[in-house]
């Protein structure tokens, strides 16, 4: 009797995942109000990065990003060493912080800002100063990959707990 109701859970959580893993991606997120896009050719080279010029400050410009994310049922983000921007966003990235919106098997949105410490590196764009440079790296899943990985993952975990709990009882 337990372990049918213990199926049953399993089948059950399986079930909300299958329902999470079936929602449909967000597309490619707005920028920050006011922002400018960056037509430089590294920026972009691909539809899922962006680069954007901003007077906005990290936590404006995480919120924002967050707020767009917020229908799902759990966001993480997480924090990466502003050295990991070359090779999670581009080579030669320059970076003051990186962020990574998550969703767990899901999809990904990296955001990267850049912000001068010399004068040097002060930052113009079309005869305009800006106080940061932004990239946007969205990374989104194939619903025909998270919905087998998410699947086999429950079904996983179910095993593992049925054992633990065969071995507490003997």
Known sequence: MMEKLFWIAVGLT?????AYSLLPSPNFP?????????MEEADIETPLKRA??????????VDHYKNQFRYRVLTLRLN???????TLI?????????????????ESLFINGFIPKELKD?????????????????MPS??????????????CLGLVLRELVRKNNA
Do not use: C
């Not at 002060?122 to 969205?138: A, F, L, M, P, S």
């Open 14 to 18: 399986a079930l909300m995942v299958l």
């Open 30 to 38: 707005a920028p920050p109000p006011g922002a400018v896009q960056s």
């Open 122 to 138: 002060d930052i113009w764009y079309k005869g305009v100063h800006y106080e940061e440079k932004i990239t946007i790296k969205y």
């Open 80 to 86: 990466y060493p502003p050295e990991d921007a070359q």
């Open 142 to 155: 194939s619903i025909f990959v998270r919905v087998p990985i998410a699947l086999v993952s429950v079904l």
């Open 52 to 61: 954007y010029f901003t007077n906005y400050t990290r936590g404006q410009i």
């Open 90 to 106: 581009r080579d030669q990235t320059r970076s003051a912080y990186l962020e990574e919106l998550v969703h767990p098997l899901r």
